[in-house]
């Protein structure tokens, strides 16, 4: 069997920036077992597998090294940008059916568009394990689908140097730990990383479904609905963020790594 793989840089306008993502689109469903044996394979953050279907949608489906997730953001960009730009998509929008319900794609001049649902976070308490495992403690604690820490300046999610022995040995499937703070610059409304433990990228370059949590939480705090974030890992991400009442729009860049075949 063979399989069309991409290497998809999402996020960003240039090669080596952004979070990359594996992009296999397949002609029907193949076993669970292989699709998670290729994400093991690819060793990247997520590895996105779609299937066209009669009504026009596509059927999407995530997974990472370990587990097939249930929302992924950048994977979500990247097989959009497969689509449009590699399969030659002539529709304006593309519908995702997914473990998350419907999602939208639509081309919005150089960027893409994706509509996502919008998970406010809760006040927390941050768990021991958390607290031992940062070298700098937030002023405050939210949870959503992942722990969302709120820290006092743009320095100090620079400066924060996550310990994977003591974070390790949390399981938070599929969630994470979503560090952030206000944006320093008047270009950037707020600023983030994302750490996993266990997983294969312990540190997320770029994570789109975490700010399904992070726009609704700073769409509140500045009180204002269209904001710029800056995600703050070595490679580097740039997102346009809007809250739109339930749904949160998430406008990036994505760019063509490589292309070539699977055999299996």
């Known amino acids: 069997m063979n399989i069309p793989i991409y290497q998809i840089d999402a996020f960003t306008n240039h090669l080596f920036g952004g979070n990359p993502a594996a992009v296999c689109p397949l002609d029907h469903w193949i076993d669970d077992d292989l699709l998670q044996n290729i994400a093991m394979e690819n060793n990247l953050a997520e590895t996105a597998f779609f299937v066209p279907l009669p009504s026009g949608n596509f059927h999407l489906r995530w997974f990472t090294p370990e587990i097939e997730m249930d929302l992924c953001g950048h994977a979500t960009l990247a097989s959009a940008h497969v689509i449009f730009e590699e399969l030659k998509f002539k529709n304006e929008e593309i519908v995702f059916e997914t473990k998350s319900g419907l999602l939208n794609v639509k081309k919005k001049g150089t960027l893409l568009e994706l509509d996502f649902p919008s998970r406010p976070p809760s006040v927390s308490n941050l768990p021991a394990i958390i607290s031992k495992g940062l070298n700098i403690q937030p002023r405050e604690v939210w949870k959503a689908r992942d722990y969302l820490l709120v820290y006092d300046t743009q320095d100090d999610i620079t400066r924060i140097i996550p310990n994977l022995s003591f974070l390790n040995q949390i399981n938070l499937d599929p969630g994470g730990i979503i560090v952030t703070a206000p ?6 409304d707020f600023v983030s990383r994302f750490f996993t433990p266990r997983a294969a990228v312990f540190e997320d370059p770029v994570t789109g479904s975490a700010h399904c949590t992070l726009i609704p939480f700073w769409a509140d705090r500045l009180k204002k609905s269209n904001m710029r974030a800056l995600q703050l890992s070595k490679r580097g991400g740039k997102l346009f963020c809007e ?22």
């Open 243 to 264: 809250l739109n009442n339930q749904r949160v729009k998430i406008r990036g860049q994505a760019v063509k790594y490589l292309n070539g075949t699977i055999l299996v």
């Open 183 to 188: 944006g320093q610059s008047k270009d950037v």
